[in-house]
């Protein structure tokens, strides 16, 4: 049991009692003892004072003080010993500190208690403050991990998105991103401004777009509106237009321009896959292609003979694939140099171009030698063909850049040699070109200047 409850039990036995009957009954007898030994009759008389105050407060106490001082000082009178009166009265002024002093007390402690009080609600309004900080602050850190798992998430999505190298597969998953950065609304990458107003107006400008209604947008003429709400921005690859990063929402006001700016982050790193997309295309198609002629390379000569030779066993379809070398082209390197010998080159590359067909397959096999598979082609046709283009380059007429004014003429032959892909012949790529290969070595063998198909034996 608390000491307060202790005393307020105590103090209602007390007045149900009634406790001036009390006091009154022991005023009484003590003032009898008083007037027998008034020297000692004090010090009882303040242990009084003290049990009283501190149940009943300085009421019950102060009367009983005064009632103590007035029989003092009228007893006083009954008493012929001096020393006895000096006593009773330093008692009496006792008395009279003992409870001033038990007052003063009083009042500290309860001016002590107030200010704990004070000080006990400041204390638990700064903790209540700091349970809702706290509370707060929980929340924001949630809310932050929650961030940081989304951003986790978009950044797994843009690894898995800047390692993309297909413009496809880019566009599909762009509009996965531009949902996990926004959040609300249909997304999607466009390419060209074909068919869309939006692509059209942000091209013309050059300017980002957002619309909160585009009901009310004099700049769109729209018939049937699906949605209300559009926000876009522009794509581009080495500072040209390629096409717009668009969303849509059918509710109005439901982009921000905070929106905005988030869009323009991810356009310019969708521009930057793009551009890597196109810079990977661009080298493969360098590494494939001769520099100086821009005809395929022997690795891909090869590779791709090796798959049209399956195609064509497959499908049951003739393949030739010829092989052919410049005559005396190491004469014409020493006599007027390797520059001249790049333009004969590139020519005969561009006369190859010209003359087979865009399904053929054509390469600088070689340093003079080159390359060609014909597809759907036999042996009696793919001599044909080839013969043609004999005659053709021979008729040719080759300028040597030597002098500026007087260019140097010269007459250019090739030698070919080719084979074809029999029926159910198992062989492989390198059995077919081994066959052409010997076949331009008879061609060499005969005199030059002439095609020459493989033959058994």
Not at 97 to 112: A, G, K, N, P, R
Not at 359 to 382: C, N, P, Q, W
Not at 422 to 445: T, V
């Amino acid at each position: 049991m608390s000491k307060n409850r202790v005393r307020k039990n105590v103090f209602d036995i007390l007045s149900s009692i009634g406790l001036p009957v009390i006091l009154g009954g022991v005023f009484i007898v003590w003032t009898v003892y008083f007037l027998k030994n008034p020297v000692i009759f004090f010090p009882p008389v303040a242990i009084l004072v003290i049990i009283l105050y501190y149940f009943s407060g300085p009421v019950y106490s102060g009367v009983l003080t005064v009632f103590a001082v007035t029989v003092g000082l009228l007893c006083m009178v009954f008493i012929d010993d001096t020393s006895s009166i000096l006593i009773v009265l330093l008692e009496i002024v006792w008395l009279i500190s003992f409870y001033y002093v038990l007052e003063i007390y009083s009042t500290q402690y309860l001016s002590m208690r107030n200010r704990m009080c004070e000080e006990y609600e400041t204390l638990d309004r700064e903790i209540t403050f700091k349970d809702s900080e706290i509370i707060e602050n929980n929340k924001k850190t949630d809310a932050i991990i929650q961030q940081i798992e989304n951003f986790q998430t978009m950044g797994r999505m843009l690894q898995t998105f800047e390692a993309s190298l297909d413009e496809q597969e880019i566009i599909e998953k762009s509009g996965e991103l531009a949902s996990k950065f926004i959040g609300s609304g249909n997304w999607k990458l466009k390419k060209n401004v074909y068919g869309d107003v939006f692509a059209k107006y942000i091209k013309t400008t050059g300017l980002p777009l957002i619309i909160t209604d585009l009901s009310n947008d004099r700049r769109f003429s729209m018939t049937q509106n699906k949605y209300f709400s559009v926000i876009a921005v522009p794509v581009e690859i080495n500072g040209a237009f390629w096409g717009i990063l668009r969303g849509t929402s059918p509710k109005k006001n439901a982009f921000e321009d905070a929106d905005l700016r988030l869009l323009s982050i991810l356009a310019g790193i969708v521009s930057t896959v793009l551009n890597n997309t196109y810079l990977y295309r661009t080298i493969q198609e360098l590494s494939i292609t001769d520099g100086l002629t821009g005809l395929y390379t022997q690795g891909y000569f090869k590779e791709r003979l090796k798959e049209e030779m399956k195609r064509a066993r497959i499908n049951k379809v003739p393949l030739s694939v010829a092989i052919l070398d410049i005559d005396y082209f190491k004469k014409i390197n020493d006599t007027y140099g390797h520059q001249a010998g790049d333009v004969i080159l590139r020519q005969i590359a561009s006369l190859l171009r010209g003359r087979f067909r865009e399904t053929d397959l054509l390469s600088r096999y070689g340093g003079e030698e080159f390359g060609v598979i014909m597809l759907h082609t036999d042996e009696k046709e793919a001599g044909k063909v080839l013969e043609e283009m004999r005659i053709s380059i021979e008729k040719e007429r080759f300028f040597l850049p030597i002098e500026s004014y007087h260019p140097v003429q010269v007459r250019i032959t090739v030698s070919i040699g080719f084979a074809g892909l029999e029926k159910g012949s198992a062989a492989i790529e390198y059995e077919l070109i081994k066959k052409s290969d010997k076949a331009l070595y008879k061609a060499k063998k005969t005199g030059r200047n002439c095609v020459v198909r493989y033959v058994n034996g």
